[in-house]
């Protein structure tokens, strides 16, 4: 299996670049982060395949690609404070800390919580925080206002009140639309005038539920 390693980190390289991935900084990241770390011991001859992978408690990691677009899409500097709603295995938020200076992911599943926190301090990546909690209540969120925010779960609407924690000037990416079909990955930025609003491309991603899961 080892010896297969770099010729599959070469060709999912190639890959995103061929799909149009072109910023140097999240194609590095990308790189460096072993993603096998994130996927179930299963899935692991599968990590650097682009296509989405099921986690523990229903949920997936989000194949190579849309992590790359949605980070690229985001537009990171070394000194941003980064949201992210939906922790999952820990994959996104893991490469969001190799570009910005802090991230707070959010998980309402205490088994995905606890399991991302684990790969990252085991990785080293001191700089970010993972919090057992509901990503859609933001009057509850610690901390901000934030620079960036990503949400890596499907919304029918952005919440209005995750909208008013982005700092002036900054980004929140989200994929819009119903729980159980297509969405539109949605990039809205804050402005002096309000919040502009800039749909991408389609996607599919598992539903953003409200409140801590009581199991699991």
């Not at 149009?20 to 650097?48: C, H, K, M, N, W």
């Not at 209005?160 to 989200?174: C, D, M, T, Y």
Request: hydrophobic content about 40%.
């Amino acid at each position: 299996m080892a010896a297969q390693n770099p010729p599959e980190k070469m060709m999912f390289q190639l890959s995103l670049r061929r799909r149009g991935i072109s910023d140097q900084t999240v194609l590095r990241a990308l790189e460096e982060i072993p993603r096998e770390i994130f996927v179930e011991a299963a899935d692991r001859d599968q990590a650097y395949r682009d296509s989405a992978l099921g986690i523990a408690c229903g949920q997936t990691i989000s194949q190579p690609f849309v992590v790359a677009y949605m980070t690229e899409q985001l537009q990171l500097h070394k000194d941003h404070r980064v949201l992210e709603i939906g922790a999952g295995s820990g994959y996104q938020a893991a490469v969001l800390s190799r570009l910005c200076r802090q991230v707070l992911t959010i998980e309402r599943y205490r088994t995905l919580a606890d399991g991302a926190r684990v790969r990252l301090e085991q990785l080293g990546y001191d700089n970010v925080e993972v919090l057992l909690g509901d990503g859609l209540d933001a009057a509850t969120i610690p901390g901000g206002p934030f620079d960036r925010i990503i949400v890596t779960a499907a919304v029918e609407q952005i919440p209005e009140a995750l909208l008013q924690r982005l700092e002036p000037g900054g980004i929140l990416i989200a994929p819009v639309g119903p729980h159980h079909g297509t969405q539109t990955l949605t990039r809205v930025t804050r402005t002096d005038a309000g919040f502009e609003r800039k749909e991408l491309v389609d996607v599919r991603f598992v539903p953003a539920l409200p409140g801590i899961a009581r199991e699991l």
